[in-house]
């Protein structure tokens, strides 16, 4: 079990910097990966980065260069630095989890957060 409370989120003007954190808590004994979905006004979600337990992380392609992913292994923590942003960044943004390092970009991630809302204004 992978409890996900996310914060952050809020309204920003094009240019400006949003960040958003995620606290999991859980019984397993590690979380392999994490990251953050998001899904624009009527869009698909869409997964926008993530982090193993090496700390290793990956980018939508749209997003390199103006986002950063980090984590905490700690404290089960995940955070996403947003700077530059457009509007087209606007959506819910999902934190989600998996305790296990394989399978999960095929079934998607077992455990998400309620999501946090990002308006960016033009």
């Known amino acids: 079990q992978v409890q996900l409370v996310e914060s952050g989120g809020g309204l920003v003007q094009a240019g400006g910097s949003l960040r958003l954190s995620c606290v999991a808590s859980t019984n397993e004994p590690s979380i392999a990966v994490m990251g953050w979905y998001r899904e624009a006004p009527g869009g698909q979600r869409e997964l926008v980065a993530y982090?193993?337990?090496?700390?290793?992380?990956n980018y939508l392609d749209s997003v390199k260069g103006r986002f950063t992913i980090s984590r905490d292994n700690a404290e089960n923590s995940v955070f996403l630095q947003m700077n530059s942003l457009k509007p087209e960044d606007t959506g819910i943004y999902y934190c989600?989890?998996?305790?296990?390092?394989?399978?999960?970009?095929?079934?998607?991630?077992?455990?998400w957060g309620k999501g946090v809302l990002v308006t960016v204004s033009s």
């Open positions: 989600a989890a998996d305790p296990i390092p394989y399978g999960w970009r095929r079934r998607g991630m077992d455990y």
């Open positions: 982090i193993d337990n090496g700390a290793n992380t």
